[in-house]
C-alpha cells in the first residue's frame, strides 16, 4: 500500500507564498522529490493537498484501507482542527507531521499542534526537506513492522 502525503491548505501556493518563510520551491517540485525517493525506498506515494478541512478528514478515512503510513502537513489546520485529529486517530499506522518552517520560532498560536497528540513523529524547520525526512522515517517504522 502507498504512503498518503498530506497537504493541507494554502499549499497550493507554496512557491508564491512567503517564499522567505517557505521557500521558492513549489509542491509539485516537493511531490516530485518525494516521488524520487519513494522509489529509492521501493515504496509508493499518493501526494494531495487540500484547502478544506472536510476533504482532508476523508483522505484520512480513505488511508485506513488504503495507505500503509500518513505524511500530513495540515498547514493551518495544525493548530485548529480536532476533526483531523479524530480522523488520525482512527488510522493505525505511522502518522509523521511535517512543517517546512520551524512552528517554535514563529507565533505563539502556531506552537500548539493537536496533529502531534497522535503524529509518532514531527519534523519542523527543515524547509521541504522535512518531507523527504518523513519518508525515510516511515521507511525504517514500516521496516519494523509499523
Ligand atoms: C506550516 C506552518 C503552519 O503554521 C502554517 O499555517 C502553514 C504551513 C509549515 O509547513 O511550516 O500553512 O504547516
Given at each position: 500500500k502507498p504512503i498518503f502525503v498530506l497537504n493541507g491548505p494554502n499549499l497550493n501556493l507554496l512557491?508564491?507564498?512567503?517564499?522567505?518563510?517557505y521557500g521558492a520551491e513549489t509542491l509539485a517540485d516537493v511531490a516530485?522529490?518525494?516521488?524520487a525517493l519513494a522509489d529509492d525506498l521501493g515504496l509508493g506515494i499518493d501526494f494531495r493537498q487540500s484547502n478544506h478541512e472536510g476533504a482532508l478528514v476523508e483522505m484520512i478515512h480513505e488511508a485506513?484501507?488504503?495507505a500503509s503510513a500518513i505524511v500530513i502537513n495540515p498547514a493551518a489546520y495544525t493548530h485548529t482542527s480536532v476533526a483531523i485529529l479524530d480522523a488520525l486517530h482512527a488510522f493505525e499506522g505511522p502518522v509523521i507531521e511535517v512543517h517546512i518552517s520551524n512552528v517554535h520560532k514563529r507565533e505563539s498560536f502556531r506552537h500548539h499542534s493537536?496533529?502531534?497528540l497522535r503524529a509518532d513523529g514531527v519534523i519542523a524547520g527543515c524547509g521541504t526537506?522535512?518531507?523527504l525526512l518523513a519518508l525515510r522515517r516511515v521507511a525504517t517504522l514500516l521496516a519494523k513492522g509499523g
Open positions: 512557491g508564491l507564498r512567503q517564499p522567505e518563510i516530485a522529490r518525494c516521488a485506513r484501507d488504503a493537536y496533529v502531534s526537506d522535512g518531507y
